[in-house]
């Protein structure tokens, strides 16, 4: 079990002073994320049901000034120091291009001098719990905080996509900080990625969340997580010359679009685009059934998702499919699909809360059984969004 949000940092703050010889002046926190429903949505203007956990990544920041700008990593055990000059791009200490982004593109607002930070996360990494938003989200708050940068809600996640962009080289959404951002504790968050208006939809206290870890770890900036948005616009293409008329995303096609050119669509690019299309629908019936309090529905729309994924879209692995597989055959689980970007990571299971803790430690056992040793199954309350402290 992670430790408590109040343990994680209280240590932060004796690692900062360890590190630095004095007390930070913030911190910030933010959550990893899973998505109910709505994947790989978000790059095609679609529709995202997803909800912040109660992991959380914390930065504790405090001013040194001059040029120097000196990070230490908690979990990777790292400590280097940079200017915001130097260079966008650091292959040795990939996790410094993130800070490197706020300072720059903050800076541009208002001058940042030098600056210590002392990072720690519960979010597991590569997992496909958005612990990159977490830990960007979180130095966004941090740095505009200490510099008393005024930015718009609104402008936190925009400016976390940017950089993941532009810094990292991860051509990410805006879903992730999106949920840093705005969660709320015991509420899913619906987003419409086209026009980032989105709302809050209540999820019942009697359902739980189990996270399932396959142990296969994923850097999105060296999987297919790219190659998929290319299908995706070639898909567009496609399909807008086919049916004659400009559809600005694959928000813009219907069912009976895809129906009209099927046959005359390259069959991966059609495949592509039916998972698209059909998961902005999942995404609409999901709300609807969590507002009745319908878990029977929420669960089999769940499943289609997954296997929509894993057939159209192709980005599930055997260790996915054999959580969700699990998963299904137990009494007391609600639903359970892949979360996040895939080719590994994490599945999510909503279960009955009563059989919460019963139910981790079979799908964790079964999933053994089955010959994957590296899992882990985890207990997830809903999160709340980012969160700043001054002292």
């Given at each position: 079990?992670?430790?408590?949000?109040?343990?994680?940092?209280?240590?932060?703050?004796?690692?900062?002073?360890?590190?630095?010889?004095?007390?930070?002046?913030?911190?910030?926190?933010?959550?990893?994320?899973?998505?109910?429903?709505?994947?790989?949505?978000?790059?095609?203007?679609?529709?995202?049901?997803?909800?912040?956990?109660?992991?959380?990544?914390?930065?504790?920041?405090?001013?040194?000034?001059?040029?120097?700008?000196?990070?230490?990593?908690?979990?990777?055990?790292?400590?280097?120091?940079?200017?915001?000059?130097?260079?966008?791009?650091?292959?040795?200490?990939?996790?410094?291009?993130?800070?490197?982004?706020?300072?720059?593109?903050?800076?541009?607002?208002?001058?940042?001098?030098?600056?210590?930070?002392?990072?720690?996360?519960?979010?597991?990494r590569g997992s496909g719990l958005s612990s990159s938003a977490a830990y960007v989200v979180s130095i966004?708050?941090?740095?505009?905080?200490?510099?008393?940068?005024?930015?718009?809600?609104?402008?936190?996640?925009?400016?976390?996509?940017?950089?993941?962009?532009?810094?990292?080289?991860?051509?990410?959404?805006?879903?992730?900080?999106?949920?840093?951002?705005?969660?709320?504790?015991?509420?899913?968050?619906?987003?419409?990625?086209?026009?980032?208006?989105?709302?809050?939809?209540?999820?019942?206290?009697?359902?739980?969340?189990?996270?399932?870890?396959?142990?296969?770890?994923?850097?999105?900036?060296?999987?297919?997580?790219?190659?998929?948005?290319?299908?995706?616009?070639?898909?567009?293409?496609?399909?807008?010359?086919?049916?004659?008329?400009?559809?600005?995303?694959?928000?813009?096609?219907?069912?009976?679009?895809?129906?009209?050119?099927?046959?005359?669509?390259?069959?991966?690019?059609?495949?592509?685009?039916?998972?698209?299309?059909?998961?902005?629908?999942?995404?609409?019936?999901?709300?609807?059934?969590?507002?009745?309090?319908?878990?029977?529905?929420v669960g089999k729309l769940m499943l289609e998702s997954h296997m929509s994924l894993r057939t159209h879209?192709?980005?599930?692995?055997?260790?996915?499919?054999?959580?969700?597989?699990?998963?299904?055959?137990?009494?007391?689980?609600?639903?359970?699909?892949?979360?996040?970007?895939?080719?590994?990571?994490?599945?999510?299971?909503?279960?009955?809360?009563?059989?919460?803790?019963?139910?981790?430690?079979?799908?964790?056992?079964?999933?053994?059984?089955?010959?994957?040793?590296?899992?882990?199954?985890?207990?997830?309350?809903?999160?709340?969004?980012?969160?700043?402290?001054?002292?």
């Open positions: 079990m992670p430790s408590s949000a109040n343990d994680v940092r209280k240590e932060l703050a004796k690692i900062f002073k360890t590190e630095f010889g004095k007390s930070a002046d913030v911190v910030a926190s933010a959550p990893g994320r899973v998505n109910l429903i709505g994947e790989h949505s978000d790059y095609n203007d679609g529709l995202v049901l997803s909800m912040a956990i109660d992991r959380r990544t914390y930065t504790a920041a405090g001013r040194r000034g001059g040029d120097l700008f000196i990070a230490f990593s908690n979990e990777l055990g790292k400590k280097t120091s940079f200017e915001v000059i130097a260079g966008r791009f650091e292959h040795s200490n990939f996790w410094v291009n993130y800070i490197k982004g706020v300072c720059a593109l903050l800076g541009e607002a208002k001058p940042i001098e030098g600056t210590n930070f002392a990072i720690s996360s519960t979010v597991p966004i708050e941090a740095v505009s905080s200490l510099y008393d940068i005024k930015l718009k809600d609104i402008e936190v996640p925009v400016l976390a996509r940017r950089i993941e962009n532009e810094f990292v080289g991860v051509q990410s959404g805006i879903v992730d900080p999106f949920v840093a951002k705005f969660a709320k504790e015991q509420n899913a968050l619906l987003i419409d990625t086209r026009s980032l208006d989105f709302q809050h939809v209540p999820i019942s206290e009697d359902c739980s969340i189990l996270v399932c870890v396959t142990g296969v770890k994923r850097a999105l900036a060296t999987t297919e997580y790219n190659k998929r948005r290319q299908q995706c616009h070639q898909a567009l293409t496609t399909i807008s010359e086919k049916l004659g008329k400009k559809l600005h995303t694959l928000r813009d096609v219907s069912i009976e679009d895809l129906r009209s050119v099927k046959g005359s669509v390259d069959e991966t690019l059609y495949a592509r685009a039916h998972h698209i299309v059909t998961e902005n629908e999942r995404a609409v019936r999901t709300v609807s059934a969590l507002r009745k309090n319908d878990m029977s529905m879209f192709e980005v599930s692995s055997p260790e996915l499919d054999a959580f969700v597989e699990i998963a299904e055959q137990l009494d007391g689980v609600y639903g359970a699909r892949m979360t996040g970007a895939g080719f590994g990571g994490s599945a999510i299971c909503l279960v009955d809360s009563a059989y919460e803790e019963e139910l981790s430690n079979q799908i964790a056992q079964r999933y053994k059984m089955v010959g994957f040793e590296n899992g882990m199954v985890f207990l997830a309350r809903s999160g709340m969004g980012s969160h700043v402290e001054r002292s």
